[in-house]
């Protein structure tokens, strides 16, 4: 059965912090005066020695610190106004007395949770309410970021005694997020080392809020005391960081220099620093903070499997593994998860897609392509693509990969051609599809053939494609000025009026619909086609569909001159992308054909030349050819010249020999030799 104090602390701490003072002031300090003098003593010696501990602590005024800010922020949106207005804004002024305002009061809150263990939830709530307020000036849509980005702001921690212990200059306030977690990892190590259990129980709503606002990548660099991870693969580039601290001297700082973090009652503890500093462990560390480091990253594993389970991902499948102390446990679990989520929703396959590609999962790949492939999206495409390869690396689904490839080229193909028969509708004519065949058949530099190009795309544009506006032309006849949204409505970019934020991904659904990326997903599926092997095949099969549906993508001048009639439409952009892909795909597929044509001509040569050398067998009298299969005289007719060279008749017969030199045979017959070969001459 529990002692009478172990149940008055469970009560105690499950009590509001007000209900917990009025017990303390009407129920226990008058038990002091029914208490012996001995324990007496010792209750005021330990009050006294806390009271001189905490003199002096920070106040944190989160209340006066919002109305503050609050000023400042009306006081910009009200600039901005006037800006409009007047010529002269004082947006810079008002924005570094912002920045000032929400970055003095960092020390002070660092100094009450490291220094003084205390109010951990309040320091909490003011590094919430200085990160929302750089998220509100940073992103907002009504002003230029520039002079945000660019601010200088230089920020040091310091001691009680004034001793630095770690020092920033920032370039950009929107890089605070960086000191700001510095001091959310110290709050954290503190409270585990310090805090009660009540206090230790709040440390996961805690990582839960940080998530929310920063998102989960901020819980990892948590970990590293806001600097960017060792495995992030968006980071091998970054050699300078805009963050510049100078806490790495000998001067810099420790937990040797002060008391303050000696735990009370036990007089032989020592503090044990290391000699250098990691990026997961600080400097100015004492035993006893370093020491809940592991217990730390456990919670923040937790938070980070949280999200997972909402929300996976292949770069947080990649962070959890790195951060875990058992990889391949940790991985079955995720694997766990991810198989009973991924029929969910299309965000969700297609994280596992990925996730499973990163693995070498192709039984998995396999089964979930066959069971949901209609959950891919447009913007899944390089996700797809990838999931694609790597099935392909896996000899028994060689062939199902294969024939994924060139579904998707055909379709993206398709999807390419649909909307190009909406400006150019006659395409399929039989007048207009037999003129293009006489096209190709010219030369490049024939003359007339620029001009036979231009009336056959005048002859497939979609009728009144470019006729103006019937209101525009009406304004005009009327001498009224013309708007520009009423000329060439229907060409307008809708999207370019809204994509504000080409990185939002709220967007996305309108960017698959108004531009959508068919050039990057039909390169993604051609480069698929040649990382797997027989991919040449399938793709040969493709080039040929091509231009057999298209057949005036086999000339670069008809294809230019089909786009130029869509460059000033802004909302063909895409379209134009797309065709120049399918161009450049039939011209690579042509060469690469040529190429073997030439090398397999070049064999031959080489095979007839040794066949006919003095060492060789004697040949029969009687030799005959198979005729070439049907694909093989298909390629040949494909790899022809575009425009066959004309015949070469001279204007005149040739002159005859001025000598005539012996060869040593006797004439026959009919003017040949002895030998039975010769020239007849029929004159």
Known sequence: MASSSARFASIYDSLPPDIQRAIVEKQLIPLLDQANKGKCKKVLASASKMQRRHAGIPVLDLKAKKREVNTLLDELHRDAKRSFVKERSHRSELLDQTVDSITSWLNDIWRVVYEHNVDFALAHECLLFTMNTLDQIGHGRASCRCAFTSMYVPITLKRKSGKVVKSWHVNGA??????????????????????????????????????????????????YGGKKCPHDVDDADDDVSVLSDIDEDEDAYTDEDSELDEPIGNHDWLPKVPETASPSHAKHWSSRISSQMWNFRKYVHAAMLAVFKVNPSLRLYSAILANSTSPETTAA???????????????????????????????????????????????????????????????????????????????????????????????????????????????????????RIERWVDAVITPGTNTPNPMALAAMVMGLPIVPVLDGMDDADPLGYLDLDPTDPDMEDLRDEFRPRLKQRFEGWADAGIAVKGGQTILVKVYRELVKTMPWLRASDVVE??????????????????????????????????????????????????????????????????????????????????????????????PAPLFTFYTGALPGPGGGTVYGGGIEDVD
Request: overall charge negative.
């Open 333 to 451: 679990e995720l694997m766990t998860y991810l198989n009973e989520m991924a029929p969910s929703c299309p965000e969700v396959f297609a994280a596992a897609l990925d996730i499973h590609s990163l693995e070498r999962n192709t039984i998995t790949l396999a089964s979930l392509l066959s069971s949901h492939s209609h959950l891919i999206r447009p913007r899944d495409a390089p996700i797809y693509q990838s999931a694609v390869t790597t099935l392909g690396a896996d000899p028994f689904q060689q062939q199902r990969a294969l024939d994924i490839i060139e579904k998707e080229l055909l379709d993206t193909a398709n999807a390419v051609r649909a909307p190009l028969l909406a400006s150019f509708s006659l395409l399929e004519t039989p007048e207009n599809k037999a003129e293009i065949e006489q096209i190709l058949k010219l030369r490049p530099s024939a003359g007339g053939r620029q001009d």
């Open 174 to 223: 929107h890089n605070i997020e960086e000191v700001l977690q510095f001091i959310w990892r110290d709050l954290f190590l503190s409270m585990l080392a310090t805090g009660s259990q009540r206090q230790i129980k709040r440390i996961p709503e805690m990582l839960d809020d940080i998530e929310d606002l920063l998102g989960w990548s901020a819980l990892e660099k948590l970990i």
């Open 561 to 654: 001159e089909m786009m130029a009639r869509l460059a000033d439409k802004p909302s063909k952009q895409f379209l134009i992308d797309a065709v120049d892909a399918l161009s450049a795909f039939v011209k690579v597929q042509r060469r690469k054909l040529s190429a073997a044509k030439s090398e397999q001509k070049r064999r031959a040569a080489a095979a007839t030349q040794t066949a006919h050398s003095p060492g060789a067998a004697a040949t029969p009298a009687f030799t005959f050819t198979i005729p070439p299969a049907p694909e093989a005289a298909e390629a040949e007719a494909d790899e022809r010249p575009e425009t066959p060279p004309p015949p070469l008749e001279p204007v005149t017969p040739a």
